[in-house]
């Protein structure tokens, strides 16, 4: 079998796997909004929780494995590891824009204000510039190798500055008692909110690596294709 | 091979030679610096917000966009002819040539800070000796860590398209951090706050100078054409 034919597989695969996972989103929704208890103060505005907590949750998992995936490149140098980067950065960047947007639609009637600068909120925030400048630059450079390097070096230093940016932050409000303090330990969940917290955090785990793969799939035949009509072209 | 503290040496005293003598981009950061600081002043209401309150900030938002400006022009400089291209071919190491790169940016950026200090405390009637020393710490400290990444990023963002704008896409989310910190240890000083409140941010801008100091030496290499 060609690379292409190939390719094409892995699209194909990951294309089910992706909407397998759609649908077990929709049926996190059934369980969230039908089958899950209102909660007592906030009422339905917590129902978003299901989805913001989920995402916020893959797009740390998917900048922690692009600064894995990073290193990893400099010393292997497998245009795989690139490959997983970029998607992963990709399917990241949007999953972080999920989480700030549901963010602020909750925050504003539960805490009253859009926005607020509390640690966990800032480093979300930087975390989608970083990425967002990931994506950027690998769009700014033509030559694969020197995109595959660049980009890189960027991921880890990415990775590494994401905890100084939280740490700042809360050095930043300790300093100012005067800031309101947001504290989200509140009481815990529930069982039957723990339930649906937890078979969303799955579905959307799985969801997230079906959108990885099929991005991973896409890069692969793009490269195959070019590969198969570059030899086409010395044929002739 | 010469040690990489030689070929530092060498090829800072080159980029700083050449500034010397063409002194183009000084005096452009320079007045850049000065026009900030300037417009800055227009950029508050000064009856609703005192100086006080606003001034450390003004300063920092001053320092790193004069210290963008002058981070463009390590690599762009070798552009020219190729003549980076040289410097891979001279027998010496990449860490050499990361760390003069670095240290040329550091005078460069250094000097401006050391003309617009002075300035900032004329225009915006602050108090500068009483805290001099403490203060030139922490500009130093935060000066190190945004120079080092700096110095990377404009490795990389040179040979990217729209490179002048790449650098500050890149490099204003690695500010974050040290000019929090600058801007807390600042206010707190010219505040005449104890000095057991700036501790934290110290070790803050230490550990971050640390942590990408030897990250940047690390990865310098992969952003070189070889």
């Known amino acids: 079998m060609t690379p292409t034919q190939n390719a094409e597989r892995a699209l194909r695969r990951s294309a089910f796997f992706m909407g397998l996972g759609l649908l077990l989103v929709a049926a996190v929704y059934v369980r969230a909004l039908r089958f899950t208890p209102l909660e007592a103060t906030q009422g339905p505005a917590q129902k978003i929780f299901y989805l913001h907590v989920p995402s916020a949750w893959v797009a740390f998992l998917a900048f922690g494995l692009v ?47 859009w926005w607020t600068w509390d640690a966990r909120l800032t480093s979300t925030l930087f975390l989608w510039f970083i990425y967002f400048g990931y994506l950027v630059l690998r769009s700014a450079v033509q030559e694969p190798g020197r995109r595959a390097r660049y980009s890189a070096v960027l991921g880890i230093l990415g990775s590494l ?46 969801f997230f690596f079906s959108l990885v793969a099929h991005r991973y799939a896409q890069a692969t035949l793009a490269e195959a294709r070019d590969a198969a009509r570059e030899e086409a072209d010395d044929a002739r | 091979m010469p040690s990489a503290f030689r070929v530092a040496w060498t ?58 400006l002058g981070l463009n022009r390590a690599f762009a400089l070798e552009r020219e002819n190729r003549a980076l291209d040289g410097l891979l071919l001279a027998p010496a190491s990449r860490t050499g040539l990361y760390l003069g790169k670095a240290l040329a940016n550091l005078v460069f950026v250094g000097t401006v800070e050391a003309i617009a200090l002075p300035l900032f405390a004329i225009f915006f009637n602050m108090p500068l000796l009483p805290v001099l020393g403490p203060l030139v710490v922490v500009i130093a400290l935060a000066t190190i860590g945004f120079v080092a ?50 501790v934290a941010w110290l070790k803050l801008l230490t550990g971050y100078d640390i942590v990408f100091i030897v990250l940047c030496i690390l990865v310098f290499e992969y952003t070189l054409d070889e």
Not at chain 1, 181 to 204: E, K, Q, R, W, Y
Not at chain 2, 14 to 27: G, H, N, P, V, Y
Not at chain 2, 165 to 186: D, E, K, S, Y
Request: glycine letters at 6%; aromatic letters at 10%.
């Open chain 1, 67 to 113: 600064g894995v995936c990073s290193a990893l490149y400099l010393f292997l140098k497998d245009v795989r590891l690139d490959r997983a980067a970029a998607s992963l950065a990709e399917v990241g960047v949007v999953f972080t824009t999920v989480v700030l947007v549901t963010g602020p639609i909750w925050a504003k009637p539960i805490w009253g204000a």
């Open chain 1, 161 to 206: 500055l994401v905890p100084f940016i939280h740490v700042s932050v809360l050095l930043f409000r300790t300093l100012h008692p005067k800031a309101v303090v947001l504290n989200p330990s509140g009481p815990t969940l529930p069982g039957s909110m723990l339930a649906t917290l937890l078979f969303a955090l799955a579905v959307f785990t799985v």
């Open chain 2, 11 to 68: 090829i800072a005293s080159k980029d700083l030679l050449l500034e010397f003598r063409s002194r183009t981009a000084f005096l452009s950061s320079l007045i850049f610096t000065a026009l900030v600081l300037a417009i800055f002043n227009f950029a508050r209401d000064p009856t609703a917000v005192s100086t006080v309150d606003i001034a450390p900030g003004i300063l920092w938002i001053t320092f790193s966009f004069a210290g963008l």
């Open chain 2, 149 to 198: 990444v700096g110095t990377l990023m404009s490795a990389m963002a040179v040979n990217t398209r729209f490179a002048e704008l790449m650098l500050p896409v890149l490099m204003l989310p690695f500010l974050m951090p040290p000019i929090t910190g600058a801007v807390q240890v600042t206010s707190k000083l010219f505040g005449g706050r104890p000095f057991s409140e700036v």
